[in-house]
């Protein structure tokens, strides 16, 4: 029995010694991740905010109470990137009329980060496509 109990000994110190490399997960704090899903509502991404990712200013659309100190804890917290200065816009709600229904469109409030200089995290997914301004290709059945 000793020379069996001795063979599943040695069989699992080989798994162990295999298992010791391990990959880092990253784990955000629940905390900052709440502040964020509160906070931010998408990324703001026109040709405009584009020409400001170059100046290091990323573009965000915020709810409507939301504060600067929000924003900055939430930018922070969930992209792990120090942030330097915040500007806070707010868009009046225009009117609009369909026949003879009125309504409004919804206010707008965004949010331009500015970030430390030499400082860029995970923000620049946010860029589309560069494809995605190019001319699509004619379809086979469209001819001329």
């Known amino acids: 029995m000793a020379v ?3 063979k599943k000994s040695n069989s699992s110190k080989k798994v ?3 298992k010791k490399t ?4 990253v784990v955000q704090n629940t905390e900052n991740s709440d502040i964020a899903y509160r906070a931010l509502v998408e990324p703001w991404i026109t040709e405009k905010s584009h020409a400001l990712i170059a100046q290091n200013k990323y573009t965000f659309r915020v709810t409507s109470d939301t504060t600067k100190a929000e924003v ?3 930018i ?3 992209y792990a990137v120090s942030v330097e200065k915040i500007s ?3 868009f ?3 009117k609009r009329a369909y026949g003879r229904f009125e309504g409004t469109k919804t206010a707008i409030r965004k949010a331009i980060v500015t970030l430390k200089k030499g400082d860029k995290g995970d923000l620049t997914e946010l860029s589309v ?3 995605m301004y190019q001319i699509p290709p004619r379809l086979p059945f469209l001819k001329g």
């Open 72 to 74: 900055k804890k939430a």
């Open 16 to 18: 162990s010694d295999s």
């Open 92 to 94: 009046v709600p225009k």
């Open 88 to 90: 806070i816009m707010n």
């Open 76 to 78: 922070e917290g969930f």
């Open 4 to 6: 069996v109990e001795e």
């Open 22 to 25: 391990v990959k880092k997960v």
């Open 129 to 131: 496509d560069k494809n």
